[in-house]
């Protein structure tokens, strides 16, 4: 079975970092786009950012611009590194897989992705 597990949230006080990561397993992972999603309590979910299946491509939500940085490597792992954390950065997040494109609307919209993670908590303390 395809799976995604997600690890690093936690607490931590504004303007701190973490990274989270995602493992993928049983998946063909050059074959597929990575990304990140986040749901904040009373909202819908959104889009974080993704990378693409080679890893040169990445995309951003203009929330996370700039503060937030997203990667992979060869071994089934993809991150998200996240710096400047701000209290309205709380939420859970998502790790992704699909095999479209890292860039497209698909991925820009959350919809119909091919494999989705637990999920890891984020909370950013003022």
């Known amino acids: 079975q395809v799976q995604l597990v997600e690890s690093g949230g936690g607490l931590v006080q504004a303007g701190g970092s973490l990274r989270l990561s995602c493992a993928a397993s049983r998946l063909t992972f050059g074959s597929y786009a990575m990304g990140w999603y986040r749901q904040a309590p009373g909202k819908e979910r959104e889009f974080v950012a993704a990378?693409?299946?080679?890893?040169?491509?990445q995309f951003y939500a203009d929330s996370v611009k700039g503060r937030f940085t997203i990667s992979r490597d060869d071994a089934k792992m993809s991150f998200l590194q996240m710096n400047s954390l701000k209290p309205e950065d709380t939420a859970v997040y998502y790790c992704a897989a699909d095999p479209s494109p890292a860039g497209s609307g698909r991925w820009r919209s959350g919809l119909n992705l091919e494999v989705w993670g637990q999920g890891t908590l984020v909370t950013v303390s003022s």
């Open positions: 990378v693409s299946h080679g890893g040169g491509g």
